[in-house]
């Protein structure tokens, strides 16, 4: 008898209470897991939603500020080489004809200010509603009512056929090495960000940089979509204008071959 009164039965309670004891644990566990979960939660949140995004810097606010410190260093930069310039013509040690010559090529590298008549180009997006006006042509995709790259080659190209002696796109002055790059529906010229409207204006004989425009075979396609879908293209003369100086750097960078 103290044999099986030692040894627990089948059913008995001493049976259940030894069964019952490891889920006991689990649960203690598993409500210990998920309070640390919730703490976790709570402390990385800071008391806010992280279910939104709406207290995240978003990329196109970060791409903004970036453009923006761009264009404060293009300004400080800009100030700078004017204060060495300046320095540098007191006594420099060189002749007339040198200082002039040096003058010319600035001019031509574009660093320098620029004055005479222009003419401004304006491309913008065409309206998003936008319908065919002529008969015969499809309706439009978004694809149609947008600015590209190829439009803002097209006219700066132009303008330099048409003998331009100075661009500046926006607020930029260009020089050979500038690239007109579009990223979606947005403008990226020397690291800065730009949405339509988008102003080109150049320096020249106004007649001559029209008639470049209106020769231009890329810009005669590009009219098709301005008569048909609504694209924005608008010429004006200027008069005499200035056109500042480039403030960028000038550093080239290369690739060098493997050794």
Not at 71 to 82: I, K, M, P, T, V
Not at 108 to 131: C, F, M, S, W, Y
Not at 141 to 148: E, F, K, M, R, S
Request: with cysteine.
């Amino acid at each position: 008898m103290s044999n099986s009164a030692d040894s627990p039965q089948p059913g008995s309670s001493a049976a259940r209470g030894g069964s019952f004891r490891p889920v006991r644990l689990l649960t203690a566990a598993v409500f210990a897991l998920a309070g640390l979960l919730f703490f976790t939660s709570f402390h990385t949140a800071k008391g806010t939603d992280i279910r939104t995004d709406a207290s995240l810097l978003k990329l196109s606010d970060l791409i903004q500020e970036r453009s923006r410190k761009n264009g404060e260093l293009d300004e400080s930069n800009a100030a700078l080489r004017e204060q060495v310039e300046s320095l540098a013509e007191r006594d420099d040690g060189s002749t007339k004809a040198e200082d002039e010559k040096l003058a010319a090529l600035e001019k031509r590298a574009g660093t320098q200010k620029v004055t005479g008549e222009a003419i401004t180009v304006t491309l913008d997006d065409a309206p998003p509603n936008a319908t065919a006006k002529l008969p015969g042509y499809p309706e439009p995709q978004p694809d149609y009512l947008v600015i590209h790259q190829q439009d803002l080659q097209a006219v700066v190209n132009a303008l330099w056929q048409g003998g331009a002696e100075g661009i500046k796109v926006m607020d930029q002055r260009l020089i050979s090495t500038s690239a007109v790059r579009c990223v979606g529906n947005t403008l990226i010229l020397q690291g800065r960000v730009y949405s339509p409207p988008y102003k080109i204006q150049a320096v020249g004989d106004p007649e001559k940089l029209q008639k470049a425009l209106s020769g231009s075979p890329a810009i005669q396609n590009y009219m098709v979509y301005v008569n048909v879908y609504g694209l924005g293209w608008k010429v004006e003369e200027n008069g005499t204008v200035t056109l500042p100086g480039y403030s960028g750097t000038v550093d080239l960078h290369y690739a060098k071959p493997v050794e």
